[in-house]
């Protein structure tokens, strides 16, 4: 029977011609993280752990995943989100780092003890979650069209002992409820012409419905026009964006009425807007 050692070893050739070294060599430790339930120095320390039949046949399974492009997030069946571990499967987008930092800055701007949040196109989840695991005492809600996407995303909920409301709800035709401090989206924002630079592992296993858009603006014109409806006075937007189209997306509010102002995401790209009243 093979080692851990072998194994570590089988994972990082095999992987290193599609990931590049570094990417292989942390999807491996990912990999017999979750499948050894052995975490960081023990790998090193248990490296000629003898695997059981049943290990090597999940790691043999997951490698045969891995080696078609899959996402290693759907292989082992979760990601990690703002400190928080998220269920994520074909029906949801795998939680991005940059959406991590529109949490961050809805949080770093929102002191209050009580605030309204809707989150629109939630998918796994991961925003109203995560805003609702830092801030126990704010009220969340969150809509999505997909009731594939709002199953995973209560699964979510359930898993991190987060209250959040979850509807069902096309939001190009349809108005939600309530009125909120705070609206936040990360909405489909892809166009279809630039499908063509995107990666396999995108394109063949995270939902299209979540990604692309015949108008990669759409969503955010939608927005635009029910948030008065649905934001209080003093309420703001946060918004997730394509870094080709920050300033048609500020030129959309603004023309709407609404102060709107970019944010870098920490590799400098501009990535999140923000608009208020």
Not at 36 to 45: N, P
Request: some cysteine.
């Amino acid at each position: 029977m093979p080692t851990l050692a072998d194994m570590q070893a089988r994972y990082q050739q095999a992987l290193e011609p599609l990931y590049g070294q570094r990417e292989a060599r942390s999807i491996t430790q990912w990999i017999l993280e979750d499948v050894l339930h052995l975490q960081g120095v023990r790998l090193v320390m248990d490296r000629f752990l003898i695997l059981t039949s049943h290990q090597q046949e999940v790691l043999e399974e997951y490698l045969t995943r891995l080696l078609t492009n899959e996402p290693v997030q759907y292989v082992i069946g979760y990601a990690e989100f703002h400190g928080l571990k998220f269920k994520v499967n074909k029906d949801v987008l795998i939680p991005r780092p940059e959406t991590e930092e529109l949490v961050d800055w809805i949080l770093a701007d929102m002191q209050q003890s009580q605030a309204s949040i809707l989150d629109v196109g939630t998918g796994s989840g991961c925003i109203p979650i995560s805003l609702k695991n830092a801030r126990p005492d704010w009220q969340v809600s969150a809509v999505d069209i997909s009731t594939d996407a709002l199953a995973v995303a209560k699964e979510n909920a359930a898993l991190n002992h987060a209250a959040v409301h979850f509807s069902q709800a096309d939001i190009l035709s349809q108005l939600p409820y309530g009125k909120y401090d705070v609206i936040v989206s990360n909405p489909p924002y892809i166009s279809e012409e630039e499908k063509k630079v995107m990666s396999d592992n995108v394109l063949n296993y995270e939902p299209h419905i979540a990604l692309f858009a015949d108008d990669p603006l759409i969503f955010y014109k939608r927005i635009a026009a029910i948030a008065p409806q649905l934001l209080k006075d003093s309420g703001s937007i946060y918004l997730e964006i394509s870094e080709y189209r920050a300033a048609e997306t500020v030129a959309i509010f603004e023309q709407a009425g609404y102060h709107a102002k970019i944010k870098n995401d920490l590799s400098g790209r501009e990535r999140m807007v923000k608009a208020t009243r």
